[in-house]
């Protein structure tokens, strides 16, 4: 009778989170010909040119390119080695560590709970987890560690954590001094690793800890992201992983993308490299293990930074924005969430020219769009620290995503390049 009862469960839960169909249906994506969506095969070309020059001029290791048009990938190559160390040359559908490029996708999953009305965005993010509430911003810092604070004058939201304007800082990677020492100390996670800890208990400790400034007075890039993953399972009733699978990868095809990369799919691992001597060597282990998602412990999933994946499964998932949020039959989210949340939501806050921050992308504004290379008014976009970059242009209706894995290279001018020789290549 109790295996009869678990049965029930397991089918209704999986029932429950399923995602909905859709009437509208659109194709997955396929190779097509460039010409057959308005591009050029011959602009295009120059595309490898710029790969085969950074690889061929030791500025990358290696560099996996897509630009999709339409539904329609009509450019899709890899240059140069996954690992030069063992001499595995790349193939297209290698998998990357993707980063901080996990955050759309977080994003996305809150956006979907929020359409089931299981909160408000302005909802105080202590009614789901206790710990942040009177949160504190940093006054003084003193040497031995200890620091005085001040009571935040409201309370951090679901938005606020969407939009990095909570006042919660990075570590090892903030630009003030002051939380890396803080963050250090307590042992917070900034972004892999391969200890036996889960995403609840670093998010616990980073709720004890000081804010930047008041919610919503600033910008400031945080682990915000990690905190919404643990809330995703808190409202969801299902650890990160399993809601990404079952919501998001299953029904898109996503099966290249995971936290913990399954044993058939290990040996496609690009490995992080850096330069010594000119020469391309594996990245040593500092804060995180670069040897993640594929060894250790297995159980922190960061929302902020945690996943790996191809650029065709990320192309994938920007294609279904590009849909305003169906893909193949399947429905992830409304057209009218996708519009609110390309909107600027934080106003002047986000400094960088000629963009503003939404609820899971920066998007680029009139400003950006005259300013060339950069996509149409509306454009979303971001990377991954490990060096991968994406953009989505709605009005062209154009994907494009590199993929590379470095670390303390200066001389990669690939990220600014690539949306540049796409654009030029519409020929329509």
Request: charged letters at 25%.
């Amino acid at each position: 009778m109790k295996k009869i009862f678990v049965l029930l469960f397991t089918f209704y839960t999986l029932a429950n989170f399923a995602q909905t169909r859709s009437i509208k249906t659109s194709p997955l994506l396929t190779q097509g010909a460039a010409s057959s969506v308005g591009m050029s095969e011959e602009r295009l070309a120059r595309i490898d040119d710029m790969c085969l020059e950074a690889v061929e001029g030791s500025h990358i290791p290696g560099i996996v390119a897509l630009v999709a048009r339409n539904g329609k990938i009509v450019y899709y190559k890899a240059f140069g080695m996954a690992d030069n160390e063992s001499g595995r040359v790349l193939k297209r559908d290698d998998i990357f560590r993707i980063a901080s490029q996990t955050k759309a996708i977080t994003s996305t999953a809150v956006m979907m709970l929020w359409e089931e009305g299981k909160f408000r965005l302005d909802d105080p993010i202590f009614m789901y987890i206790p710990e942040f509430k009177d949160a504190q911003v940093l006054d003084t810092l003193y040497e031995d560690g200890t620091y005085d604070t001040t009571p935040a004058k409201i309370p951090i939201t679901i938005r606020h954590l969407l939009t990095h304007t909570s006042g919660i800082g990075y570590g090892v990677i903030d630009r003030d001094v002051r939380f890396k020492k803080i963050y250090k100390d307590a042992g917070i996670i900034d972004l892999y690793t391969t200890e036996d800890i889960s995403i609840e208990e670093s998010v616990k400790k980073l709720a004890k800890l000081p804010l930047h400034h008041n919610p919503g007075e600033k910008y400031t890039y945080s682990e915000g992201l990690d905190v919404l993953g643990y809330f995703i399972e808190i409202v969801s009733g299902i650890p990160l992983d399993e809601f990404f699978r079952t919501r998001i990868f299953n029904p898109l095809g996503m099966d290249d993308t995971w936290f913990y990369l399954p044993e058939s799919k290990k040996n496609r691992l690009v490995s992080v490299q850096t330069k010594e001597d000119e020469s391309w060597i594996k990245y040593p282990t500092t804060f995180y293990d670069p040897d993640f998602p594929i060894t250790g412990a297995k159980k922190f999933f960061s929302g902020g930074a945690g996943l790996s994946s191809t650029a065709k499964d990320y192309a994938t998932f920007l294609q279904m924005y590009l849909n305003n949020g169906e893909l193949n039959g399947v429905r992830i989210l409304s057209r009218t969430t996708i519009q609110f949340m390309m909107s600027n939501q934080v106003g002047d806050l986000y400094t960088k020219p000629g963009k503003y921050y939404g609820l899971a992308f920066g998007v680029i504004n009139k400003k950006g769009q005259d300013m060339g290379g950069r996509g149409s008014m509306g454009t979303f976009q971001w990377g991954g620290y490990f060096n991968t970059q994406f953009f989505a242009d709605p009005k062209e209706k154009i994907i494009g995503i590199i993929m590379k894995q470095t670390q303390d290279i200066d001389t990669d001018n690939t990220g600014w390049k690539f949306s540049q020789l796409i654009e030029q290549a519409v020929d329509d």
